[in-house]
């Protein structure tokens, strides 16, 4: 559809309504250009609701244009809606926009009461990093999710976990760990250890990160950090992929590496604290 039409229909029908049975026709005709036309004059030009933004993020995904599909996902969600469409939309968005995740609370809710267990693999990775932690007495473990690592702690330890997800915060107390919303909630600066387990690969400014948490850390204190291994577990929330190398680099800008490991999906590393 060109501009001559867009203008020519552009005000002629008062009512949303056609505009979107307009659209749904088009749409229904793996018309999605047309129907991006009609569902955005819908929005834009007569009445915006929950309805013609989902329908747009729909058509605007099959024309490829994802990043506007996501923002009109935002849009949608705006609106009141029963919860099992708000899941929809939800996973929609995770689809349009793998990296809208990396900062979506209501997500790592949803994700972590479907995951109450951890798998084998992943056991692993926490047995090894427990034994990591050898007399360090206070762990301050940030992006905890629930908190597994507590289970393999020595008895008596400080273990806080800190997480946006109320959901994992509930299962770190459960466990018997104390919890936190945020880095700014944890006041204390003398942490003998502070875990970053899966969590580097999500975040624009890791270097910043790094630094920030190693900020946390007690005189002769360290950093526990694992990232996935290079090109062996991609996932499109990841805002990186690193190499052993790189990893190495960005961990030497806040400390000493002093243990290095290397597991079939992951590397970990303990860095002493400068």
């Known amino acids: 559809m060109d501009d001559s039409v867009y203008k020519h229909f552009n005000g002629c029908y008062k009512n949303y309504k056609t505009y979107l049975d307009l659209g749904d026709k088009a749409y229904g005709k793996n018309d999605w250009e047309q129907a991006v036309w009609w569902f955005t004059i819908a929005n834009f030009n007569c009445q915006r609701t929950l309805e013609g933004w989902d329908k747009l ?25 029963p919860d099992g469409r708000r899941q929809r939309l939800r996973k929609n968005l995770t689809v349009f926009d793998p990296k809208s995740v990396n900062s979506d609370p209501q997500y790592y809710d949803d994700f972590w009461a479907s995951k109450p267990d951890m798998k084998s693999l992943e056991k692993i990775r926490i047995e090894k990093m427990a034994k990591m932690i050898y007399e360090d007495k206070t762990v301050l473990d940030i992006g905890s999710g629930p908190g597994w690592i507590v289970d393999y702690l020595k008895e008596g330890t400080k273990y806080m976990g800190v997480d946006f997800s109320k959901v994992a915060r509930k299962m770190v107390e459960d466990r018997g760990g104390l ?28 270097v910043g990160f790094l630094k920030k948490a190693a900020d946390k850390v007690r005189e002769g204190g360290h950093l526990l950090v694992s990232v996935p291994r290079h090109k062996i577990m991609y996932d499109p929330a990841h805002v990186r992929d690193y190499t052993a190398e790189e990893f190495d680099e960005k961990l030497k800008l806040v400390g000493e590496i002093t243990e290095s490991l290397t597991l079939e999906r992951w590397e970990i590393r303990k860095v002493k604290v400068k």
């Open 57 to 81: 993020a729909m058509a605007l995904h099959h024309t490829g244009n994802n990043e506007a599909a996501a923002d009109a996902v935002r849009a949608a969600l705006a609106y009141d809606m």
């Open 179 to 206: 919890s936190a919303n945020s880095m700014e909630e944890v006041k204390e600066n003398d942490w003998d250890v502070i875990i970053l387990a899966e969590i580097l690969e999500h975040i624009e400014d890791d």
